[in-house]
Structure formats: C-alpha cells, structure tokens
C-alpha cells in the first residue's frame, strides 16, 4: 500500500475539509498518539496541496511560543495538552479513533462539517 492510500484510508472523506483548512491557509494541528508516522505523511500531502503553508512536522509542548507566532501551519502532535491551547492553532483534529474537528472559530464550522458530497466522493472502493 502506497503512502498515499494509506492516508486516504486514515482520513476518508476527511479529506475534503482537511483540504479546504489547508488551501485556506489555517493553522491545522493534528493529534494522534504514538505512533504518527502517517500523520507526518499527511502533514507532507498537505504541504504539497498548498505550498505557501509551513509543514511543521512533529512538535511538542516546547515548541509552543513558536507556534504561536505561526500565522499558517499544518503541524502533528502525540501530545493532548495542546487541545486546551486553543489560541496556537485554528482547527484541532484528533485521529485517534475517528477524525474528529474541534475549532472555536465559528466561521470555519461550516468549513469543517462533512458534507453529503463529502462522503459520496469516496464510495467507490480504493484499491
């Protein structure tokens, strides 16, 4: 299985919203526990959507200042804590379990809502 599907079959239709906060320019804060390496993937696929964000990568509570100071980023996370930190990023997506979108910035909400369309772009089986 490529890189690729691998983060089609992580997101689903998830991808859609994801990639409308990334051509928005949003700072997009992913969050997962160990291990993440699909999320750094993801972070890579999304950079490549729109170039103008910065793909941070992985971070942790001590690169918090930097964050910050970011005025656009996709970034990763193992570490929880930054869902209460909620002036660091613009959308926080637990990957847990399920893809999951948490923003107070009810302008986005409309963004981050899946839609019908969403979900019916990706009926078809992937192979």
């Known amino acids: 299985e490529t890189l690729f599907m691998e983060f089609l079959h992580k997101f689903g239709p998830s991808i859609f ?3 409308r906060l990334t ?3 949003k700072r997009i804060l992913l969050y997962s526990r160990s291990p ?7 972070v890579y696929f999304l950079h490549l959507l729109n170039q ?11 690169d918090l200042p930097m964050l910050g100071e970011e005025t ?3 970034a990763c996370t193992t570490e929880n804590i930054f869902q209460e930190k909620k002036s660091t990023y613009d959308v926080f ?6 893809v999951l979108f948490q923003t107070n910035d009810s ?3 409309p963004i981050i809502k899946l839609t019908r ?5 990706l009926k078809k089986p992937m192979t």
């Open 93 to 98: 997506i637990n990957c847990d379990d399920e």
């Open 17 to 19: 919203p994801l990639s």
């Open 107 to 109: 302008s986005l909400q």
């Open 23 to 25: 051509l928005l320019g």
């Open 36 to 42: 993440i390496g699909s999320l750094c993937n993801a």
């Open 52 to 62: 103008s964000i910065n793909p941070l990568f992985f971070v942790t509570i001590k």
């Open 117 to 121: 369309n969403d979900r019916n772009r």
């Open 72 to 74: 656009s980023y996709i």
